[in-house]
């Protein structure tokens, strides 16, 4: 039985009806037309589908969309409305990005980290991305982008 | 110069196949798959899958209207199993519903009436009873049993290698339009557009012509792709064409991960014979294939197991035999490496078994026994421009070989529970297709009269930078910016026959098409030159946007297309390439199979925790021969990222299937891929630049052989094992945390190497 469903979306309202087993992935993909996030796993467990969600790094596949209303949602598309963000053009001047797949969680789960500890350090970015695979990178350079941004580390 | 997707792939743009708009009168697919390895179908109940609400049909065999055959190499794989099924996750059928959800569910409720007949999952036990795919194959050089006789040391055992799942994080996806006069269209994430068009023909039973395939990009590929997108796409097709309506197939990942094979697991019998220098003097081994059900590649993977059994060593006397056995797995496939890695981790075992037996650092015996110049491989081809020292001396004075090995020593003396371990792993890959005919490619050059580039080639972009190269050679060998080069999708109606991107050789075979097609047409401009501003066609140069000629002349490339098109001068140039001097005589299995070897040294080192049996890897040094890197940072990110992958299959990656044949490993939260806490914590490269004329602009192929550096990680973590415990121990990869835990603490019930002196 479909719901009313209100969801705040990189600063905009969605307002529609909603399957209760529907996962905020699929209204994000398939509603919104929002594809930056990615279907990788459907188990929480590739990251491919982070999602920041009141600011927190969030599996866009294991939350449902009922879940996800009052909340204030960001994907990808939310990052470069104006200009790059800082990360986006660390992680392409790094060399960050092999296939792409990953990319946009990978990007969501460092900024997450960013906005709430600048000094960072390279352990914390291990924390941070864990839970986001890549199969192409080998993540040296992933963490090598990071790191660049980190105002508390001598790396970069 | 960066990936040129890069910029789109952060921001989220990147169309994959599933963000692809699809109409909404599409049709959605899930194929049913066989619960069972092995058996004779009686019965498929759908009646209750054909009454969930939008489902718009149910197909199996007998709904294809041309041959019921996928087999590339060998005709031994139906699209549909019809009266056998013969491994778990085998398609029996094909639910069509309007929406996927629909089609997920019905594929749920089909029950299949199957008589179980005996599964084997064990490739010896396959041999044993003569289910060999193809034919044996025996590669020889010298004469191993002299080569035995004067040996004063002789080493024999087994090794064991797994399988290795490819885990591109973008699943196996696909979908197909109909099109004017009977034909289809299909988009697939594929890495062999050309193998997708052709079977979809012989499948549909339909002209080539009629079959269009394009590949926009793959979210990774290693090789699970470029065989096996092939199904999924036909079975798209053969819905789009039945019921004139667009169809996709997205396979979930547990689908994925049960219905499509992997890297191949090897056993492997072998004997190594040294001198009283420790030179090697004979080795023999034999390689048993888990080929899985059917054929797929496996009897290329076997082949490229045999060129590289020898890896990086100078061996004059050899005998290696392998046969592909079948078993009731899926049809194992194209992994990263191609079946060479199984080959030196079976070498690397023997030269480990030797050094251990006789109390001496495994890393002297491979540096004796370095290729060199003027050596043989058991396959024929001479020894050129070897770089296997070279990349071993950087290693030695830049890594500082001797010293670390000293202090892993020294600490382990010290330290009851954590354990180091250290080894050095030097490989030599070769470059080409093996199957000689290949080895070709093609490129497709358009100028617009704007001055504008655009370049199709056969190289399909799965994150490995090739439509970064290309456009690097299209800007240089025209002279214009990279921005104003465009590479176009790949599709089968731009470049015909292709060959998949595959085997290290992609940017290679495409670049060097396109190189000519640009020269080509570069001279076409330089006639027109002459004809209107006099002078010689090589006094006429381009660079940076312009041409400059005799007199000061200079024009802008822009304005020069223009003028070209209204003086009639075609703007387009097609070109095919095909590298010369390659042959391989299968009869008697020698030959020059690759146009050149790529060599580097890894030093790997370790800390394992040996109460535990958890470990790190501590820090990675490579010395790696890139030649002259076309786009340096592509090349790196293909080191380090193919490091790290050979680092998962050696380590954390363990593929399980149970004696039913169902895998065990059927999820990211049973199948360990490397995250960032398992990946190394410092990985260090310098890269040679050598030169060869065959790589393209002498930038060599990157692709698969840093993966081979990961084999390094078992040896280590054997190493810092050995620390403490110093009974039998098998050859047996992946040295999870798991077995080593076992190896440190239980008895290993497995057969104890053997190893014999002979009497001097």
Sequence with gaps: MPNPCRLMVNGEIWEGLVDPFETLLEVLRERLDLTGAKQGCSQGECGACTVLVDGNPVMACLMLALEAQ???IETIESLATQELHPLQIAFVEKGAVQCGFCTPGMVLSAKALIDKNPHFQEQDVRAALAGNHCRCTGYTKIIDAVMSLSTGAKHG | MTHWDALSHVCGKTPYLDDLPFP?????????DSPVAHGHVRALDIGAALAVPGVVAILTARDIPGENQIGGIIPDEPLLADHTVEFRGQPLALVVAESNAAATKAAGLIQAEIEALPVCTDPREAAARGDIIGRVRTFEMGDVSAGFASAKHVFSGRAEVGGQEHLYLETQATMAFPTMHDGVRIISSTQGPTAVQRTTARVLGLPMHAIEV?????GGGFGGKEDQATPWAVMVALVAHRFKRPAKLVLDRLRDLRMTGKRHPYQADYQIGLDADLNIVAYQATFFQNAGAHADLSPAVLERTLFHCTNAYRVPNVKAVAMSCKTHVPPNTAFRGFGGPQGMFVMESA????AESLGIPT??????????????FAYGQTVSESQAQTCWDRLESDFQLAKRWQQVEQHNQTSNRYKRGLAVM???????????HMNQGSALLHVYTDGSVLVS??????????VSKLRAVAASALGVPAERVKIEYTNTTRNANTSPSAASATADLNGKALDLA???????????LVQDHGGKPQDYHFHEGKVTGPNGFEMTFDALALHAHFQRVSLSEQAFYSPHGLHFDLEKEKGHPFAYHVYGAALVETTLDSMLGTYSLDRVSVVHDLGRSLVPIVDQGQLEGGLVQGLGWMTCEEVAYDESGRLRSHALSTYKVPDLYAAPKEIELICLESNHSYAIRGSKAVGEPPLMYGIGGYFALRHAIRAQQKGPLAFHAPMTPERALLALHTPVREPAPQSVTNAP
């Design chain 2, 457 to 466: 080639t056969g190289a399909v972009e799965m994150g490995q930078g090739v």
């Design chain 2, 426 to 436: 030097p490989i030599c890959f070769g470059i080409s297709f093996t199957k000689t």
């Design chain 2, 363 to 376: 890393w002297q015996l491979q540096k004796k026994n370095l290729l060199r110049d003027g050596d043989v």
């Design chain 2, 351 to 354: 030269l480990c078994h030797a």
């Design chain 2, 24 to 32: 909404a009168n599409g049709l959605h697919v899930v194929p049913f």
């Design chain 1, 70 to 72: 009052n909340t204030q």
């Design chain 2, 214 to 218: 394009e590949v926009t990009r793959l």
């Design chain 2, 518 to 528: 640009c020269q080509r047409l570069i001279d076409r401009f330089r006639v027109l």
